[in-house]
């Protein structure tokens, strides 16, 4: 099958520092990542989606200086929260989309996602 | 844009048989999926529908009626371990991303 791995699984920052969290294919190569954010009780929300080697593509009421995306190669992307703050304590998840195929299934593939804690 | 609206609770008796319903507008439609999520967990894969009928696998099938803008998750035989949040996502082809839209989820209690 395959594997996603986030790390880390946990990390509690102050206010005003950046946090990087790393998102993982293990067994396949991603040609696209999908950063969501799920706060407590709702859905998951896309934040950006982002192809190897190229700018990832924010979506709409998404900062993109304040969230950072890279895709440097084609198992692994990060996020980089900058200037964290309180509000953006939440549950963040990748999914990492296998080869260019459009209308397979199981193309999506989640991590376990990233509890961030802002203090 | 996309719509996609689902119940937000719903509760059921261990053994017996549950449908979450889920509706959904969306343009350039490519496929509806169900994924169950545990609480601080990641979701996880369930079912996928792309053209009309019914997808059976175990214990869980999944319906789609695209003229409908209509799908709905059944949950056969329910077990305690069953009860989690049961997300509903659309996936357009519009942007040519083929990102997932999630609707808010529907959040299962199985009682003995």
């Known amino acids: 099958g395959a594997v996603v791995s986030q790390h880390p699984s946990r990390v509690i920052c102050k206010s005003g520092t950046s946090v990087k969290i790393e998102c993982r294919s293990l067994?396949?190569?991603?040609?696209?990542m999908f950063w969501y954010r799920q706060f407590p009780k709702q859905s998951l929300m896309l934040m950006a989606t982002s192809n190897e080697g190229s700018k990832a593509t924010y979506e709409q009421g998404v900062e993109k200086d304040k969230f950072l995306i890279n895709h440097a190669s084609l198992t692994l992307s990060t996020l980089t929260v900058t200037s964290a703050h309180p509000e953006d304590s939440s549950f963040y998840i990748c999914s990492a989309r296998r080869g260019t195929s459009g209308s397979v299934a199981y193309e999506q593939y989640f991590g376990p996602g990233t509890r961030l804690t802002v203090t | 844009g996309q719509n996609i609206d689902q119940p937000t609770e719903m509760t059921a008796t261990e053994g017996a048989i549950v449908q979450i319903n889920c509706t959904y507008q969306t343009s350039g439609f490519n496929g509806l999926f169900w994924y169950q999520q545990h609480a601080g967990e990641a979701p996880t894969f369930l079912s996928y529908?792309?053209?009309?009928g019914l997808e059976e696998k175990g214990r869980f099938s999944s319906f789609l009626s695209r003229s409908k803008g209509y799908s709905y998750l059944l949950l056969k035989e329910l077990q305690m371990k069953d009860s989690a949040s049961y997300l509903c996502?659309?996936?357009?082809?519009?942007?040519?991303?083929?990102?997932?839209?999630f609707g808010s989820g529907t959040r299962l209690q199985v009682q003995p």
């Open positions: 529908n792309v053209l009309d």
């Open positions: 996502a659309v996936r357009s082809m519009d942007t040519g991303r083929r990102a997932l839209t």
């Open positions: 067994d396949f190569q991603a040609t696209t």
